[in-house]
């Protein structure tokens, strides 16, 4: 099985489990902007994500619930929310599956295609 293939199915049965609330989004008073948030499971991911919004100068808030903590910001586009995700999602990916294979910092943009021997 190629390394791509891997990936793709890694990344559908851990997705699944990993985000309590997917991107969900509700329009911004007075714009285009929508609030975005995102819940993991795994505090490794949320600090990550969280990283990755300190990153790229985006402003959130963080609320406390029973399941953990949610991240909320303001997207200014499908694009952005779907390269937040991905980061989260690629960190996870190698930390959790690439044994000896350095994870990303949250930095660095979100690459097309992921194999532990990228």
């Given amino acids: 099985m190629g390394p791509v293939v891997r990936l793709v199915i890694t990344l559908a049965i851990l997705a699944p489990l990993t985000v309590d609330i997917a991107v969900g989004a509700e329009r911004a008073k007075g714009g285009g902007e929508r609030i975005v948030g995102l819940k993991y499971n795994e505090p490794k991911q949320t600090e990550f994500l969280k990283a990755v919004l300190k990153s ?63």
């Fill in 56 to 118: 790229m100068n985006l402003r959130y808030t963080v609320t406390s619930t029973p399941q953990g903590e949610l991240v909320e910001w303001v997207s200014a586009d499908a694009t952005q929310e779907s390269e937040i995700q991905n980061r989260v999602s690629q960190f996870w990916f190698i930390s959790t599956q690439c044994s000896g294979v350095q994870p990303p910092v949250p930095t660095q943009p979100a690459r097309a295609q992921l194999s532990c021997g990228n």
